[in-house]
């Protein structure tokens, strides 16, 4: 038993001895390269693991949902129009607006890209504002009054009441007269006008667009008395049609399904009774009124 102790401690003083001579040639070597300046530390570099990634990748354009604090053009900056124009109202239609101009004391009915005068033209129609590229350059032009589409359209309520009785009884008159009388190919001064399939079509189309029923009828404010009294229609490019409808060149029409066109602000409600398909016209030819009933059910 005293034999096994000694053995234990023997190898206990070997192993601290053999410790002591390892951690004394590290110090040493460890002292050499400070010494020489061998030892430098060496900064922990991060490296990135490529990862392979087989999940399908949708490719999106760049600011598919527009840019982040991207430039917005605002109108108020751009400077007042140097032109001589008035801006007497607007016209607010979903897809195409029209804007009612006054230049040389004649108004005028303008679009998107109508010309002004050789050096101006309409770039675009807002609610209050039109903005004129002139000689390159925008400019704005402002209305001078907010207009109030809804009090308007409650002011003639009593006026259309009246109208729609006195237009049902003169077209009841008129359809015993159609029944016994053949249609000529030359519609009546006044009467109820039967459109064609073919032509059928072709109006409705131009009745649904501002800027197709601009183009294809030429429609000027007319002045009575200094007041607004009507609007006057002449052919624009369908002429043949034009004439089928039962107009006339010069014709003033007054009143489109009991609505009195003796203001700007009626050519609101007007426009929509333009696309129904029957409506009521009260026209002015020769200083003589007729009633053209516009039939578009008829086939």
Known sequence: MRDYQKINKKVAYLVAAI???????????????LWQGEATIKPF??????????????????????????PVKRHKRIKKTRLNLTLVGVLNQKKHALAIIKRNNKEKIY???DKINSSAHIKAIYAKYVIIDHAGSDEKLSIKQKVNFG?????????????????????????????????????PPGGIIIIKPADKLKLQKILSSPKDMLSAIAIQPN???????????????????????????????????????????????????????NFDLTIERKNQQHFLSINLGFL
């Open 151 to 187: 009090q308007a359209n409650k002011g003639n309520k009593k006026s259309n009441n009246k109208y729609k009785q006195r237009i049902s009884k003169k077209r009841g008159q008129q359809n015993k007269q159609a029944n016994q009388k053949a249609v000529k190919k030359q519609p």
């Open 111 to 113: 679009k998107v890209n």
């Open 223 to 277: 002045y009575k008395n200094g007041e607004l009294h009507g609007f006057a229609v002449r052919p624009g490019k369908e002429k043949t049609l034009f004439k089928k409808i039962g107009f006339q060149s010069g014709d003033v029409v007054l009143t489109i399904n009991g609505i009195t066109l003796d203001g700007w602000l009626k050519l609101v409600p007007a426009r929509k009774e333009m696309s129904k398909q």
């Open 45 to 70: 570099a991060h490296q990135t693991v490529k990862q392979q990634n087989n999940t399908p990748r949708l490719n999106l354009p760049k600011h598919l949902f527009g840019r982040v604090n991207s």
């Open 19 to 33: 410790l002591l001579l390892l951690f004394g040639f590290q110090a040493l070597e460890l002292g050499q390269r």
